[in-house]
């Protein structure tokens, strides 16, 4: 071959080659186009739904009543800056000489999305909550279950005549009564 040949066969080669991808991105354009057009999508919904559920950081106050192992049963926050106040009440059972036990917490607090409080000692038991708070799924601060407080809960019994104590543990989900 001559070089005059060879110069129009790596033209020619070159040519092809740098068509072909041209082509190909022309033919692939709308499918880019959609999927840049979904990604945004997506992108914006999961924007608006973290904006919708602050973390615990971003409540400022947690003041409200709570159900506490039964819908019957209240947990009743007060929240001044870091400070919890407030109450558990427990209906009794038929057999229990008073129809409700008021368990009032003498140590609270809250730190960013951390709480923690203990309750006094009522017929040798108390309890004792720590946890975290988050956005339940109401819809608007008022509803039910708009709040929630997530952690471990714990029972402690004193028997007064062995000096023993025992501590149920459980894991338990508080849930904002709304208002009424």
């Not at 005059?4 to 991808?21: A, D, F, Y």
């Not at 609270?108 to 409080?117: A, H, L, Q, S, T």
């Not at 008022?142 to 459980?170: F, M």
Request: glycine share 8%; aromatic share 8%.
């Amino acid at each position: 071959m001559s070089n005059c040949c060879m110069k129009t066969e790596k033209i020619r080669t070159r040519t092809v080659r740098q068509s072909l991808p041209h082509h190909c991105l022309q033919a692939l354009k709308p499918w880019f186009k959609l999927a840049a057009i979904a990604a945004v999508i997506a992108a914006l919904g999961i924007c608006s739904v973290l904006r919708a559920q602050p973390s615990g950081s971003e409540i400022s106050d947690i003041t409200g009543d709570y159900e506490f192992l039964q819908p019957y049963n209240t947990l009743a926050i007060l929240q001044e800056d870091t400070m919890l106040k407030g109450y558990i009440d427990v209906l009794q059972g038929q057999s229990e000489s008073d129809a409700i036990l008021s368990y009032p917490i003498v140590n609270g607090d809250r730190k960013g999305d951390r709480v923690e409080f203990t309750t006094r000692r009522i017929h040798e038991m108390y309890y004792h909550f720590s946890g975290t708070v988050r956005r339940g799924s109401g819809k608007k601060p008022g509803e039910p279950d708009y709040l929630e407080l997530v952690g471990e809960l714990q029972t402690i019994q004193n028997n007064s005549v062995t000096n023993q104590q025992t501590v149920e543990r459980r894991q338990v989900v508080f849930k904002s009564k709304g208002k009424r």
